[in-house]
Nanobody, 127 residues
């Protein structure tokens, strides 16, 4: 059983940066890819970024490419999402999730691929 806990969310103005963290407990997630998703009110949960078990491969949604950076620390069993140049449309609840596979592919962008989820952290960006 894996427990994921996100932190680092908050309220910021457009153009600011935030760093989200996700800590895994219960079992190690070091052998699995990890992802970040977000969900705004009234919208479906959408893919943000993913990182392979070895951290050698990353994947980003087009909407965040060049602004967000996903990373992981296997020894600490954590992943992070550095968010720069935040925009009001980035406002959402952000979730980290553990993939069922170690590597990334097209399926990595779909929530159904992930078996463990955190409860989320709210990010609000004002204009």
């Amino acid at each position: 059983q894996v427990h994921l806990t996100e932190s680092g969310g908050g309220w910021v103005q457009a153009g600011a940066s935030l760093r989200l963290s996700c800590a895994a407990s219960g079992s190690s997630v070091s052998n699995y890819a990890m992802g970040w998703f977000r969900q705004a009110p009234g919208k479906e949960r959408e893919f943000v970024a993913a990182i392979s078990w070895s951290a050698t491969t990353t994947l980003y949604a087009d909407s965040v490419k060049g602004r967000f950076i996903i990373s992981r620390d296997t020894r600490k069993n954590t992943i992070a999402l550095q968010m720069n140049g935040l925009k009001p449309e980035d406002s959402a609840v952000y979730y980290c999730a553990s993939d069922v596979l170690p590597t990334l592919d097209e399926g990595s962008t779909y929530p159904v691929r992930y078996d463990y989820w955190g409860r989320g952290t709210q990010v609000t960006v004002s204009s």
